[in-house]
């Protein structure tokens, strides 16, 4: 069965590549981009020169550090649509650590096809549709990630069917796996997700969710994890965003469990100053996805203000404290850092 579905989605792959670079759609465009994010983390609490296990972008401390450097080349038609990126920086060395061989490098790598004006069919290694948060800073409120932000699939791979309906739209996700691009020895490891969006005026609406196996453990069960977020935007230079996630999965014949809101905002002052904040709580007292043996418990903020130098390039200072909180041996830490993100973007069209 495993060998099938191997040689089935090799088979879509290939016909979606033949038939996305040889369309005659009349209206097409070609572009290369690059998206860099450097940063340098002072730790206020202490010579931490690696963040918490559980943070995994800008985790390194004391030191001017590449948290993103990618590079990508994107195809669209009226019907085909496809993108390739590759990519280096501790993002890429902490969230592909598991990926096999080119898979370590690789950002996203996908072709999709239209066959009716409302169906999308995409397969490929695409971001993940669980939660608010990019792996782009420049795309998100804050310049650091929320703690289940880091500890949720940024990317995934697999075949997505996606229909929109004017404001709404559904799409239904076959997945190899809970953040996996490569395929190893073992075969793929199945899993499906779901997504419903909606947009209502000043409120979009994203519920979302992962139904399957997160690892070849044998003492694993099934991983259910769901995501409720919302957008509001009252005005255009005000938004506002707050999501909650729950999960639960069979670990050790443990019923393990994750419970975690976040609420995050942005004001833009004027055209170049931007006050951002965030409020997160983590709460993962079994170890369902913070693998360590006393889990994690959490509450954390985040306040910062950005200044966008050019329309591609946006410095951002930022003040996030963590703090966690254990029952084990009754030991508490504080995570405090103080963050400078210099961000930017590059692009040009060719053709």
């Not at 055209?271 to 954390?300: C, F, K, Q, T, W």
Request: aromatic fraction near 10%; glycine fraction near 8%.
């Amino acid at each position: 069965m495993i060998h099938f579905m191997k040689k089935y989605a090799a088979f879509i792959l290939a016909c979606s590549i033949h038939g996305f670079l040889f369309s005659q759609d009349s209206v097409t465009k070609l572009q290369i981009a690059v998206r860099g994010e450097g940063y340098f983390n002072v730790s206020t609490g202490g010579k931490q020169e690696i963040a918490r296990t559980f943070l995994v972008s800008h985790n390194s401390n004391n030191i001017p550090s590449i948290n993103l450097l990618m590079s990508t080349v994107s195809y669209q038609s009226k019907q085909w649509q496809g993108e390739l990126s590759g990519l280096i920086g501790t993002y890429a060395e902490q969230n592909l650590a598991h990926e096999i061989g080119p898979f370590k490098n690789i950002g996203s790598l996908w072709v999709a096809n239209k066959p009716m004006s409302q169906i999308e069919i995409l397969v490929g290694v695409y971001p993940s549709h669980i939660g608010l948060e990019s792996p782009v800073s420049m795309d998100c409120l804050n310049p650091s990630r929320s703690i289940v932000a880091d500890n949720t699939p940024y990317y995934q791979s697999g075949i997505r069917f996606r229909h929109e309906m004017g404001d709404d739209a559904i799409a239904l996700h076959f997945l190899n796996g809970w953040q996996r691009s490569s395929i190893d020895s073992m075969g793929i490891i199945p899993a499906m997700g779901y997504e419903y969006t909606t947009k209502r005026n000043e409120v979009n609406v994203r519920v979302s969710g992962f139904v399957g196996s997160a690892t070849h453990q044998e003492n694993e069960g099934i991983r259910y994890y769901q995501h409720i977020g919302l957008t509001y935007q009252p005005r255009v230079d005000l938004s506002i965003a707050g999501s909650i996630d729950l999960g639960y999965q069979l670990k050790n014949d443990m019923r393990t469990f994750v419970i975690a809101p976040v609420i995050m905002g942005q004001w833009k002052m004027n055209e170049s100053l931007i006050i951002n904040g965030r409020v997160e709580y983590y709460h993962d007292p079994h170890g369902m996805i913070i693998g360590n043996a006393s889990g994690l418990s959490a509450i954390g903020y985040s306040m910062g203000i950005d200044w966008k130098a050019m329309s591609d390039i946006l410095l951002r200072c930022e003040y996030r404290s963590v703090k966690e909180m254990r029952d084990v041996m009754n030991t508490r830490n504080d995570y405090p850092v103080l963050g400078l993100h210099l961000q930017w973007f590059i692009a040009k069209d060719l053709m």
